[in-house]
């Protein structure tokens, strides 16, 4: 069964530090991934999806994201941090659902990122 | 355009009691998923509709069940409640074209239920 694995549950930078998230899959199909932003008290937003074209994928917020097969990884990433990354993220896999409709998500348990002044 | 929605934003129920939570998808979307969200964990998947029917469940009870509309808006429908029910309800809409995989999700602001 397809899963994804975060590691700890809170990461914490200075601004102006890398943000290095980690994220690794087991899946027995190529697998869709995706990572999540979600900021306090809100729903969930999309930062990044892999779908199997480029390893190297970019998002929204100057984050990106590299698929690695051999190590069964897609860590997320952003040169500098700001203030205003200080959110929960989220790494997820898609399901197939073969009955219709779209994808099902599984989600792994999200890692809080504090960005301090 | 409106992204998704959902209605109401929070809710205070009480152990035995039965809530509805309702959706409304992204304009264009035909698809919608439920999830929940406890709290320090990631959302989980509770089913999913699709032209009316639920496609596919996740590892929830028949407590929890759902419908949707042929405006493609969507309730769940949550009975008996229990004090583990508390966490935040998402929606997420998409358009379905079966086989292909490039669609994207896109998620409300949730609903808050607190189970007393």
């Known amino acids: 069964a397809q899963s994804v694995t975060q590691l700890g ?14 994220c690794n899959y087991s899946s027995s199909v190529p697998p869709y991934l995706f990572w999540y932003v979600q900021y306090p008290n809100q729903g969930l937003q999309l930062l990044l999806k892999y779908t199997s074209a ?8 100057g984050f990106e994201a590299e698929f690695k097969k051999s190590e069964t990884s897609f860590h997320l990433t952003k040169p500098s941090a700001h203030m205003r990354d200080a959110a929960e993220y989220f790494c997820a896999v898609s399901l197939f659902i073969t009955q219709g409709g779209s994808e099902k998500l599984v989600f792994g348990k999200g890692m809080k990122l504090t960005v301090n002044p | 355009d409106a992204g998704v929605t959902q209605s109401p934003t929070h809710l205070i129920k009480t152990r035995g009691q039965q809530v509805t939570l309702r959706c409304s998808p992204k304009s264009g979307h035909d698809t919608v998923s439920w999830y929940q969200q406890a709290l320090g964990q990631g959302p989980q998947f509770i089913f999913q509709y699709y032209e009316e029917e639920e496609r596919q469940r996740g590892n929830f009870p028949d407590r929890f069940s759902g419908h949707q509309f042929p405006n493609y808006s969507s309730e769940l429908n949550v009975n008996a409640l229990l004090l583990g029910d508390s966490a935040l309800y998402l929606c997420a809409s998409s358009s379905a074209r079966p086989g292909d995989r490039e669609e994207t999700q896109y998620f409300g602001p949730g609903t808050r239920l607190l189970v007393l």
């Open chain 1, 54 to 61: 480029a390893t190297l994928v970019k998002g929204i917020n």
């Open chain 1, 9 to 22: 549950s809170h990461v914490s930078v200075s601004e102006g530090a890398l943000v290095l998230l980690r």
